[in-house]
């Protein structure tokens, strides 16, 4: 074993006296604390099946630990000593990876119905084990424990195509999961910056698909495309053996590798390599980062040599992996080359396919065929969906839940990964002091409080949802250090989702046993992040009035705050769980203080803008996207203005109209609204073409007051708002409509030229 990554292998925490509860994560289905405790010394002796050859690996990996921290290494089945004593036997109760432990003074008896469940309860073990070598008792707490997961698949992500990170960190990331209980690592090996793993039969695309041009120094989406010359320094590759000694090293800590190879989008490095591949065939050189023009980035569907190319590589990869499960990506497909290319167009003819989404459809079902037909079953991302999905694939449901409600109705299994609260790549902390990011916010209680089970799912539905995964996407993650900060504590505070029952679910509880475990990281020297100290200020508005609430995550934190615009400190009035009612134009700014010092470096500061239509109900003709909705139904009338920040305060409608019609409540004398409005062309938002404006009397009467017209460039880049705003003579109204006109398609040169564009508006303010 390498002795250098030992020291990772299991979360040790400090000693627990037998008057405490330990503090085991993910929280156990069942644990009773007994008297006394267990004493491990050199004459203790593990009992257990020795001609059973995956029980022995398993209580060989209990032995290296104890001997890691002790110095001496326990006996196997001698008569004469204290006992641990593993046994796999027909277990009731717990399934197949579930195990009753028993911890007496006398005795230590695990049992399972496998080396899962055995496995299993040494984590549980190792959570209450000194954490470094010590000369002082080995003692375990009298407990006795049920425990079995709630889900089957209990994942994480990890892309190693943006960013190369190697063996050694993998196999890092591997020992953070199993610590947790997580039983499943989903490795993202291809993508259009990087092809990390060895195809014998397609040599350049490690040869030529593994390295980019170095252009670290700068923002991912700026840099500039690579030039013919510049030599490619940067990135690697898994070799076969790599991935073998890795898959083998995840089997013995119950882990299942599912390897994901990217089809029919994000394919830019395998064309890099092999230009035939796409619908062009021209060559290009590996994109350095997020600039894709002129760059083709699909698989050519119509091109048969596409589909004997990647049976090829798939088939290697089965050779690979015995994991039943193979991702094929099937996400983000810009299907504008298939809409130009003679190939595709003969192919659609052919097969009656209506459109571009039929074909990928298609080539999804074409590539399910061949992976069934090698006893391995499709799991790919929520567009899958798009034209009617192949009939043995699963789904991966990250824009939001939509997609895998939809598969769940439809009788396809479903793993839940949706990007708010699951995606790591999103800040965990207050940006301002956080390393910088993709963008997006998922604290620690975010990921928390999130239940994979959508509500709109009955109980038969229910069954297809597997469970649900976190994933670390590396565009902005460039170190292996970086990575881990991002992962930890989110991880474990999935792997209570997954693994506990959701009624014994409590983020007090949680919260408060997650700092025994900071402890241990602080021990271990893992990097991680602290805790949001952000003050969370959430706008309550409700018949017409306006209340502000804070909170914070951090244990036993105090929340202190002004609303006069000055900066709090620890003497400004602390917040006492009643919500500060707003009636005027208001700026609050707050601290979060913990054992009596400011963890806030920047306070969280929130301006609230009060006018006519605050708190009141906003009915939308077509509906909110269900991606952003900010922080509910009225966002537009609760008195927060948008930033720049696009995954808060802003409602987003995709290729519709905006229509939103308010109520004020009574008759009120009106001279002016406004809307605003945000173009982030590189995330395809733009403004609308124009703004209208109507006021009524009755609601269903209205009369125009102005539509005002935009008058920011399609073609801006930088990050733009704008405020739409119609002033007019002092009239009578009761009901307002707003009405933001969608674009047609995205100007010419975008990389989504052609396609709808999306608008995000925030407050609709009325004076």
């Not at 424990?145 to 050694?168: A, I, N, T």
């Not at 993202?188 to 041009?213: C, F, M, S």
Request: proline share 6%.
């Amino acid at each position: 074993m390498n002795k250098k990554w030992f020291f990772l292998l299991v979360v040790v925490l400090p000693f627990f006296s037998t008057a405490q509860k330990p503090d085991i994560i993910p929280q156990p289905v069942s644990l009773v604390t007994g008297n006394g405790s267990f004493v491990i010394d050199e004459n203790t002796t593990i009992t257990f099946n020795q001609s059973d050859n995956d029980l022995s690996k398993a209580v060989n990996y209990f032995n290296d630990h104890i001997q890691h921290i002790s110095g001496y290494r326990l006996k196997y089945n001698q008569k004469q000593g204290k006992i641990i004593r593993m046994k796999t036997e027909p277990t009731e109760d717990v399934g197949p990876e579930g195990y009753l432990l028993d911890v007496a003074p006398d005795a230590i008896t695990i049992t399972a119905n496998d080396k899962r469940g055995i496995f299993y309860a040494m984590q549980t073990l190792f959570q209450v084990l000194p954490q470094i070598r010590t000369n002082g008792p080995l003692e375990v707490p009298a407990m006795t424990v049920k425990d079995y997961p709630r889900f089957q698949w209990r994942g994480l992500h990890l892309d190693v195509s943006r960013h190369f990170f190697g063996p050694d960190f993998v196999k890092r990331y591997i020992d953070l999961l199993s610590q947790y209980k997580f039983n499943t690592f989903h490795w993202h090996l291809t993508d259009d910056q990087g092809w990390r793993i060895e195809i014998k039969k397609y040599p350049n695309l490690t040869k030529t698909g593994a390295w980019r041009v170095d252009k670290n120094n700068l923002i991912w989406g700026d840099r500039p495309q690579a030039k013919a010359g510049e030599k490619p320094t940067y990135g690697g590759y898994f070799t076969r053996e790599e991935v073998k000694d890795i898959v083998r090293y995840a089997a013995e800590r119950n882990i299942t590798i599912v390897p994901e190879i990217e089809m029919p989008g994000h394919s830019a490095a395998a064309i890099a390599s092999y230009p035939y591949l796409s619908c062009s065939q021209k060559p290009q050189l590996p994109m350095t980062g997020g600039n894709y023009k002129n760059i083709s980035s699909n698989y050519c569907a119509g091109n048969d040599s596409v589909f004997s190319f990647l049976q090829d590589v798939l088939t290697e990869v089965f050779q690979l992996f015995p994991s039943k499960f193979i991702h094929v990506g099937g996400d983000e497909v810009d299907k504008t080359d298939w809409k130009n290319c003679p190939k595709c167009q003969k192919r659609m003819k052919e097969e009656g396919l209506k459109n571009e989404e039929e074909l990928q459809s298609y080539f999804m079902k074409r590539m399910e065929k061949f992976i069934s037909a090698n006893n391995r079953r499709m799991i790919g991302w929520d567009e899958i969906l798009e034209g009617g999905l192949a009939p043995g694939a699963t789904v991966m449901s990250w824009r939001g839940e939509a997609g895998g409600i939809a598969a769940a109705k439809m009788g396809h299994d479903v793993v839940m990964t949706p990007g708010n609260p699951l995606y790591f790549d999103h800040y965990q902390g207050d940006p301002a002091l956080e390393p910088f990011g993709i963008g997006g916010f998922n604290t620690l209680k975010r990921v928390y409080t999130y239940d994979p089970v959508p509500k709109e799912l009955n109980k038969e539905q229910a069954k297809h949802i597997l469970g649900a995964q976190a994933n670390l996407w590396a565009e902005f993650i460039k170190s292996a250090v970086h990575a881990q900060y991002m992962v930890l504590p989110r991880m474990v505070a999935l792997s209570e989702i997954v693994w506990s029952p959701k009624e014994d679910r409590d983020w007090d509880s949680f919260n408060k046993r997650l700092q025994t475990h900071f402890k241990s990281f602080d021990q271990r020297g893992l990097v991680y992040s602290k805790g949001n100290f952000r003050v969370e200020i959430t706008p309550v508005a409700k018949d017409g009035k306006l209340t502000a609430e804070l909170s914070t995550e951090i244990y036993n934190g105090e929340i202190h705050y002004t609303t006069d615009g000055t900066e709090p400190s620890t003497r400004s009035p602390k917040y006492n769980s009643t919500p500060i009612p707003i009636e005027k134009t208001t700026t609050i700014k707050a601290i979060t203080v913990s054992q009596g010092k400011n963890q806030s470096v920047v306070p969280a500061s929130q301006t609230f803008a009060i006018h006519k239509a605050i708190g009141r109900d906003v009915q939308y003709t077509n509906p909110v996207s269900p991606y952003y909705m900010a922080d509910g139904p009225n966002s537009l009338t609760d008195g927060i203005r948008g930033t720049e920040a696009i995954g808060r305060y802003w409602h987003g409608f995709s290729g519709k109209d905006m229509i939103a019609t308010i109520d004020l409540g009574s008759e009120q004398d009106v001279s002016s609204i406004s809307l605003g409005c945000l173009q982030h062309a590189r995330d395809w938002i733009m403004m609308p073409q124009w703004v209208k404006f109507e006021v009524s009397d009755n609601g269903v009467n209205f009369t125009e007051v102005q539509t005002v017209k935009n008058d920011v460039s399609p073609y801006e880049q930088q990050s733009t708002i704008k405020d739409f705003t119609a002033n007019f003579s002092t009239r009578k109204a009761r009901f307002v409509r707003v009405t933001a006109k969608t674009i047609d398609g995205l100007p010419k040169g975008h990389p989504g030229e052609g396609k709808p564009g999306w608008i995000f508006v925030d407050e609709i303010m009325v004076n």
